[in-house]
């Protein structure tokens, strides 16, 4: 048996979901048989009096004309197929309500499921010595002493019903047939009634108890459910691997900007904050590279390399850096600074704004 002390932890919706594609769900047989009994018994006392009138009818017009009737080879198919039409219009409202109550308790048990799960062959299920196993199992034990408490608490039932009855035996002697019948048929109807309600109390304990045993067996351990969560949004180290990969990618693309600046504001030792500007096509001037320390000891490398202007002005380098997004213009609270920088860099280079 499996350990289950460790399993503390409910069932997650996964795991729920794969018990269900494999036909492992919590049902009830006892429902079924409850419904189906409780059904055929309602059936027959709203039915009981059309079904006897079609069985008298069917008698009589047998024994009235049973003198008429050759027995040849095309009598015969022909009274079997009026008998049989007989039986299926006869029964067909009791069988068809049953079969419509059985699927009904399916389906409000377990809901629309379709699995060929359960039909694959398992070599373990013929194994004579796990035949065994499960024949003095627990489980065994637990089917057992709940088929003798349903005999026995049934039995108990219908020994009251047919007792309370039976101070109306000895007046029968003197009844007619039709009188004989008529509380014979009256008798059984309650003495299956009773049984029926008696096994729906017992079929929703066990829906409980299956419920609750269900639910035990799809626990999980602390382990199981981490070890699902990583299989379902990935290895932590892989996602970590990934982002560290995708940070080095805009890393590289942002580096790739840096020469194409007009220039780059720093610190100078904390903070870079690289500008580009463009009157025609930039209605202000655009952040392409940001960093601090090591980055922004690269960015000030890669635009020595370039020839792009260094200006060193710490209070603007801290603002661009804590205020400004990469690829987004600069605030508009710093135009004035920036402005004045740019106008500098391009005094520098000759150029006219």
Same mark, same amino acid.
């Given at each position: ?12 919706? *996964? ?9 492992? =769900? ?28 079609? %069985?008298?009818?069917?008698?009589? =017009? ?13 009598? #015969?198919?022909? !009274? ?51 035949? #065994? ?36 035996? =000895? ?41 609750? $045993? ?10 199981? =459910?981490?070890? $699902? ?12 691997? %990934? ?16 020469? *194409?600046?007009? &220039? ?12 580009? !500007? ?19 000891? *690269?960015? *000030? ?9 260094? &200006?060193?002005?710490?209070? #603007?380098?801290?603002?661009? !850096?804590?205020?400004? $997004? ?11 600074? %920036? ?15």
């Amino acid at each position: 048996m499996p350990d289950t002390a460790d399993k503390t932890e409910k069932a997650t919706a *996964k795991k729920r979901e794969d018990a269900r594609k494999k036909g492992n =769900v919590a049902k009830s047989m006892e429902v079924n048989t409850a419904a189906v009994l409780f059904t055929g018994t309602l059936a027959l006392a709203f039915a009981g009096t059309s079904f006897l009138g079609n %069985i008298t009818s069917m008698m009589t =017009v047998v024994f009235q004309n049973v003198a008429d009737f050759e027995v040849t080879a095309a009598n #015969l198919r022909s !009274y079997s197929y009026q008998g049989l039409l007989f039986l299926l219009s006869t029964l067909a409202p009791i069988v068809l309500s049953i079969l419509v109550m059985g699927t009904t308790s399916n389906l409000l048990q377990v809901g629309f499921l379709i699995t060929g799960e359960p039909l694959k062959p398992d070599l373990k299920k013929i194994s004579p010595l796990n035949g #065994l196993k499960r024949l003095f199992s627990v489980r065994s034990l637990e089917e057992l002493a709940k088929s003798v408490i349903k005999l026995t608490i049934v039995g108990l039932v219908i020994f009251v019903t047919i007792k309370g009855a039976a101070k109306n035996f =000895v007046p029968l002697m003197d009844s007619s047939v039709v009188n004989i019948f008529s509380f014979l048929g009256t008798t059984m109807l309650k003495v299956a009634l009773r049984a029926s309600i008696a096994i729906i109390i017992m079929a929703a304990l066990d829906y409980g108890f299956q419920r609750w $045993e269900y639910e035990k067996k799809l626990r999980m351990s602390k382990q199981e =459910v981490k070890e $699902e969560l990583k299989e379902f949004e990935g290895d932590p180290l892989m996602k970590s691997r %990934i982002r560290g990969l995708q940070r080095q990618a805009a890393r590289q693309r942002m580096m790739s900007e840096v020469p *194409k600046a007009d &220039v780059v504001i720093t610190n100078p030792i904390h903070y870079a904050v690289a500008l580009k !500007y463009d009157s025609d096509e930039m209605d202000a001037p655009l952040v392409v590279a940001k960093g601090a320390r090591k980055l922004a000891e *690269k960015i *000030k490398e890669i635009a020595n390399e370039h020839d792009v202007p260094i &200006v060193e002005n710490p209070i #603007l380098a801290r603002a661009l !850096y804590k205020m400004s $997004e990469l690829g987004m213009a600069v605030p508009t609270d710093l135009y004035v600074s %920036i402005a004045e920088i740019l106008a500098y860099v391009y005094g520098l280079k000759g150029k006219t704004n």
